[in-house]
């Protein structure tokens, strides 16, 4: 069966960084669009970074847009998500899910058009 695990959360201040890991078993993350959502208590799950199989295409939503970067090292079968200048606004439990596909889909940012979902980590950022 397959299984997703994050890991890399934990306690922040506003400004710092923090780098999350997605480490992927039972499948291949090389053959997989992956992407990121995070869900804050009493709010919908929502879409943060999508990257394809090839790391060649990514995308943003945009409270993410200039300061989080997706990427992906498949040697080691792992997607990172760099967060940078976090805000407290950025705290929520963030979720790793793949695609069963090469390339991400038309609906990249609805968590429709993924497969397989993380336990996720929790992300706390304190003014």
């Known amino acids: 069966q397959v299984q997703l695990v994050e890991s890399g959360g934990g306690l922040a201040h506003a400004g710092d960084s923090l780098r999350l890991s997605c480490a992927p078993s039972g499948l291949t993350s090389s053959t997989s669009a992956v992407g990121w959502f995070r869900q804050a208590p009493g709010k919908a799950r929502d879409f943060v970074a999508g990257i394809s199989a090839t790391g060649l295409t990514t995308r943003y939503s945009d409270s993410a847009k200039g300061r989080f970067t997706i990427s992906r090292h498949n040697a080691k079968n792992t997607v990172y998500l760099e967060m940078n200048s976090l805000k407290p606004e950025d705290s929520a439990v963030y979720y790793c899910?793949?695609?069963?596909?090469?390339?991400?889909?038309?609906?990249?940012?609805?968590?429709?058009?993924?497969?397989?979902w993380g336990q996720g980590t929790q992300v706390t950022v304190s003014s």
């Open positions: 899910a793949a695609r069963r596909g090469l390339a991400l889909s038309a609906n990249y940012d609805t968590s429709a058009a993924y497969d397989y």
